[in-house]
């Protein structure tokens, strides 16, 4: 026992003492560590990246799922191919196939509109109101003190709305401590401009996945357009392309190892705050669950498509979603392990909870400590029923469609102020769009499919986690969930995008009163899910009152051991700084941080995932590299790493040299810390980012596209 408590011991002291690069800072706290930002390599002051509405930052955009850059005075935004890939998917036909063979619009008039739920954001405001958020819940418990977080928010988020062409969100930090009003700036109107095709966008796909080394070129090039008074509006040929407040400036030159770099992006969600408690679960019941669970669906969906090519193309992008879902939950998972995760933080918190019981404060914070460990607890008993019956409503289309619509219904019949988050009138036209957008991703067959492999393990869970409603809509056998899918989805008119619409303009009386099959299927569905989101928010509420004291402990433990904290990761603007890094994976295994075409050329094998196309293969063997290669070696490169702190959402952030020039996009982590999102590990926590002068040569050389390129700053060499 003692030798194990020796080894804990080392493994936090190394992780300790190696953390100065660790981060996803709030540009507001910048200045606090600008020491360490110079002492990395900085050359900027920090004062200048604390306000997000100024430049450099008012460039870093939300777009779809993950982030974007500004990169000229035209609208053009750099991301990721596969933070795109929906839009590429969504113009794609048997054809005209823009997944295989890439998109190069040969003038403004040939870029292709987004889906129509496609968004970009930018952000304009970001304010702290959490006593404007508070001040109703004091005093409460449990869906009281939800009810009280929710209505004051929707308040702010309703005034704040008011101004036409915005988009409000309140954003919790260190879980219901502290309270912000974020402001964006919707842009509805977004294009393809240039995309590389699947085998450089996508080079290597899943067996490439979260490893290192890459020679993905995973970049996608769109535009933003606005009406023409200047301001967002649907897509239109009328539009005209937005003036960014500012855009980044693509460097001349590129990177080598140790040279200093920072990323700004939106990263989704971290969980290095949670309690020893949430590391375990996380560990033995959700990664391994979703695992299993997702790969069922890929197979569905992989099979399927097979089958038919129709409905592989309608389903690529899930897909494409799926098949990193898996692969980033088992590398969490492995990753977790490896770093002895649950053992380390267990430590932790037992020797915080031991300095707060010497504290004068600790009187006052440990029964609210405990009480969420309690109710942390709680949360286990319906875990398997939760995750699949969300999942329903998520990996589907007309399901989703129908549920949704059912559920507008309801909240249509309520004051704007008193719907459920989601189904309010700023919710409408997304919803609208949504279902506009289900016939390019929607096939019967394939629908059924998924729909039956999630109940089928549905219905072998125990039976106090079965919910009636939804066994008498699927039975309670597989031979009756098959009856009831091939009846429900033979008769629905929700295939029908007419159809779709109408019932979505109908009045709530029209839409409960339908008796399509799939509706009346919602319709039958809705109190159970009413009820989980009661037994939700009731648990939510208590959370978000009790949890401010396990993170008042947190951090003041933290402090004392000379550790800055940084909130946890919540879809806001975040800063990371580092430098480009290699990696010592494991025992005699290390790796250098860039990657060059000779990689492409030595993985070919001309068959998917590793059939890079000829004109590629060409121009790597024609080696005119003049302008794009290393200096020092003359190699082209492709993509390279960095110690930079990542997470999901951080896709297609931009990675900046010290003078704030853009680099890199990142793209991906590597394998051996995708558990970064619960737990820092500086041995093996790298980001992986696309070359720029990759993206470029490509440009110039292999799909070309002068007047891209003019654009950007950077004219053809």
């Not at 989703?400 to 700023?426: H, I, M, N, T, W």
Request: a neutral charge; hydrophobic letters at 40%; proline letters at 6%.
């Amino acid at each position: 026992m003692r030798i194990r408590t020796m080894m804990l011991s080392a493994a936090m002291a190394l992780a300790l003492e190696a953390r100065a690069d660790e981060g996803m800072w709030l540009p507001s706290q910048l200045p606090d560590i600008e020491k360490n930002l110079k002492a990395a390599g900085f050359r900027g002051k920090a004062g200048d990246l604390a306000d997000l509405t100024r430049a450099p930052l008012n460039a870093v955009v939300r777009v779809g799922g993950g982030t974007g850059s500004f990169v000229s005075a035209d609208g053009l935004v750099v991301t990721n191919h596969h933070v795109a890939f929906g839009v590429i998917q969504y113009n794609s036909r048997p054809d005209r196939d823009l997944i295989t063979d890439g998109y190069v619009a040969a003038d403004r008039a040939a870029e292709l509109p987004a889906n129509p739920d496609y968004r970009l954001r930018v952000t304009v405001g970001f304010d702290k109101v959490t006593e404007r958020i508070l001040a109703g819940a004091r005093g409460k418990t449990g869906k009281a003190y939800y009810d009280a977080v929710e209505a004051a928010s929707k308040a702010l988020v309703a005034e704040c709305e008011k101004e036409p062409g915005i988009r409000c969100s309140v954003a919790n930090m260190f879980y219901g401590r502290d309270f912000y009003l974020v402001k964006q700036l919707e842009l509805r109107d977004v294009r393809l401009v240039y995309a590389p095709p699947r085998a450089i966008g996508n080079y290597g796909d899943e067996v490439d996945n979260f490893v290192w080394p890459r020679h993905a070129g995973d970049f996608t090039i769109l535009r933003a357009y606005v009406g023409p008074d200047g301001k967002p509006a649907d897509y239109s040929p009328q539009n005209t392309p937005y003036r960014p407040p500012s855009h980044l400036k693509l460097a001349s030159e590129g990177v080598a190892e140790g040279d200093f770099v920072m990323l700004a992006g939106y990263p989704g969600i971290t969980y290095r705050h949670r309690t020893a408690a949430e590391f375990a679960d996380q560990i033995q019941w959700r990664l391994p669950t979703s695992v299993a669970v997702l790969t069922d669906l890929q197979n569905v969906i992989e099979t399927q498509g097979k089958a038919d090519k129709d409905a592989g193309i309608r389903y690529a992008s899930q897909l494409q979603s799926l098949k990193n879902g898996i692969k980033r939950f088992s590398g969490e998972l492995q990753g977790l392990q490896r770093s002895d995760a649950v053992a380390v933080r267990r430590e932790d918190e037992v020797a915080m909870l031991a300095w707060l019981a010497t504290r004068p404060e600790a009187k006052t914070l440990t029964p609210d400590i405990d009480a969420v460990k309690a109710l942390i607890a709680q949360g286990r008993d319906t875990r398997d029923r939760d995750l699949l019956l969300g999942l329903l409503a998520s990996q589907t289309q007309l399901m989703r469609g129908a549920l949704a619509l059912d559920r507008l219904a309801v909240e249509r019949a309520k004051p704007d102020a008193e719907r459920e988050s989601g189904y309010q009138q700023r919710d409408e036209e997304l919803i609208r769009s949504q279902l506009k957008q289900v016939q390019r991703r929607y096939d019967p067959k394939v629908e059924k499919a998924l729909v039956t492999s999630l109940l089928l393990r549905y219905q072998k869970l125990p039976k106090a986690q079965h919910l009636p409603e939804v066994d008498a809509v699927f039975g309670l056998t597989p031979a009756e969930l098959a009856k009831s899918l091939d009846r429900i989805y033979a008769v629905t008119a929700f295939g029908d995008e007419a159809a779709r619409l109408r019932f979505f303009d109908a009045t709530p009386a029209e839409v409960g009163k339908s008796d399509d099959a799939l509706l009346v299927a919602a319709r039958t569905l809705r109190p159970a899910l009413l009820r989980m989101e009661e037994e939700r928010k009731v648990r939510e509420g208590d959370l978000l009152r009790l949890r401010p004291a396990y993170i008042q402990a947190l951090i003041a433990y933290r402090e004392k051991q000379g550790r800055a904290v940084y909130p946890d990761a919540n879809s806001t603007l975040r800063v990371s700084y580092g430098k480009v890094t290699p990696l010592v994976a494991r025992d005699a295994v290390a790796y250098a941080p860039v990657t060059t075409v000779k990689g492409i050329v030595e993985k070919n094998t001309g068959t998917i995932p590793f059939d890079a196309p000829k004109p590629l293969l060409d121009a790597i063997r024609k080696g005119d590299f003049a302008g794009y290669a290393d200096p020092s070696t003359g190699e082209m490169p492709v993509d390279f790493l960095s110690n930079l702190d990542t997470t999901g959402g951080n896709s297609g952030s931009p990675v900046l040299n010290a003078k704030g020039e853009l680099v890199g996009l990142n793209f991906d982590s590597n394998w051996e810390a995708v558990s970064a999102s619960w737990m820092y590990d500086p041995r093996y926590k790298r980001a992986i980012h696309v070359d720029m002068r990759y993206m470029r040569w490509l440009m110039d050389k292999v799909y070309p596209s002068p007047s891209l390129l003019t654009e950007l700053g950077v004219a053809p060499r």
